[in-house]
């Protein structure tokens, strides 16, 4: 659907639609009554030094489960050292504190 409005009457539509954290289209719709839009609460802007950080913690999980699942599906379950795991997990939990600390200002 084509309609015509002025410049300034379209920017107030966006700024509504993007205050209302909808697509333009959305916005329209609702206002046709046509669909009830559910409102969402925008995602929050992460620092990407903090998305990167998680994600090595991430991939340092990510190694355990596989060596674990190896070593199940392999019929060495009995073989896993219970403490080796143990301290692997304390490491990665001390890595996500540190994390947590540095982008809450508790670790400056």
Do not use: Y
């Not at 920017?11 to 959305?26: C, E, S, Y």
């Amino acid at each position: 659907m084509i309609f015509r409005c002025t410049p300034s009457e379209k920017a107030a539509l966006v700024a509504k639609a993007h205050a209302a954290g909808l697509p333009n289209a959305t916005l329209m719709r609702e206002a046709l009554g046509l669909i009830e839009a559910r409102r969402r609460k925008p995602a929050p802007r992460v620092d990407p030094k903090l998305t990167f950080a998680i994600a090595r913690v991430g991939g340092n999980l990510n190694q355990l489960s596989r060596w674990i699942n190896g070593s199940v599906k392999s019929g060495r379950a009995s073989q896993i050292d219970a403490l080796k795991v143990a301290t692997q997990l304390v490491v990665i939990e001390r890595q996500m504190a540190q994390i947590v600390a540095a982008h809450t200002g508790g670790g400056e």
